[in-house]
């Protein structure tokens, strides 16, 4: 469960359980990760997801948010040396969805159990390259969605679903009523779908296994963000 000021981590408890929050770096954006629902007459896998990757970005140097992704089974959460390089990989892609009133900052590492293992800065800031959409306002609120489920390595076996948020300001526009956006329309925010769905550290649900994130993502005004921020 999360909210879009304090993240709490869900890689927690055993599949039919509800896991219990946790407390994360502050931060107003993520991505969650569930198990099964308790009805589910699946086999949970002996793998679990052994940690999570973060990185922070500022938007109008006002509001600080956090994309993060857990890690899949068998990644070695402490080799910060090699997950520092993946962290500004994918930071470089974030970097070409996001306009230029963002800037991509900071890096860590979240323990299965959410406490922070390891946080540092990006080795330079990263500000956001994607050109502004015509007569958008700049709202702190606009969001993109992509979302995914666990593949599980046999049948029968049991997978989550994870759903990671961006919040883009008026890098896109949204025409009125509109739900979805696919990656394959804009360069910026297809590299960035390409980037996370070619890892090999990350995204996976709570068992650890790797998510393919969805090509269409939603789009929607963030409720909290518009509560306390205005927009």
């Not at 009805?39 to 922070?56: E, Y």
């Not at 995914?148 to 919040?167: E, I, K, N, S, Y």
């Not at 910026?188 to 650890?208: K, M, Q, R």
């Amino acid at each position: 469960v999360t909210n879009n000021r304090v993240h709490r981590c869900a890689l927690t408890g055993q599949a039919g359980v509800r896991p219990r929050p946790l407390a994360q770096p502050e931060a107003r954006q993520t991505t969650r990760t569930r198990k099964e629902s308790p009805m589910s007459l699946c086999t949970p896998p002996s793998t679990t997801s052994p940690g999570v990757l973060f990185l922070k970005y500022t938007h109008q140097g006002q509001v600080t948010h956090t994309a993060r992704w857990a890690f899949i089974a068998g990644v070695d959460p402490t080799d910060t040396t090699v997950l520092g390089a993946e962290a500004d990989r994918i930071a470089s892609k974030m970097q070409a969805a996001l306009p230029p009133s963002f800037v991509i900052t900071d890096w860590g590492i979240l323990t299965r159990d959410g406490a922070l293992y390891y946080e540092a800065p990006l080795p330079a800031p990263r500000v956001g390259s994607h050109s502004t959409a015509p007569a958008v306002d700049d709202y702190y609120s606009r969001t993109i969605t992509f979302t995914g489920h666990g593949q599980a390595p046999v049948a029968g076996g049991c997978a989550g679903p994870t759903r990671t948020v961006l919040f883009v300001g008026n890098g896109y526009h949204f025409i009125v009523g509109q739900k979805r956006i696919n990656a394959t329309v804009d360069t910026g925010l297809l590299g960035y779908w390409v980037a996370l769905n070619d890892s090999t550290y990350l995204p996976a649900d709570d068992y650890g296994q790797q998510v393919d994130l969805r090509q269409s993502g939603t789009v929607q005004y963030n409720a909290h963000t518009q509560r306390k921020e205005g927009t």
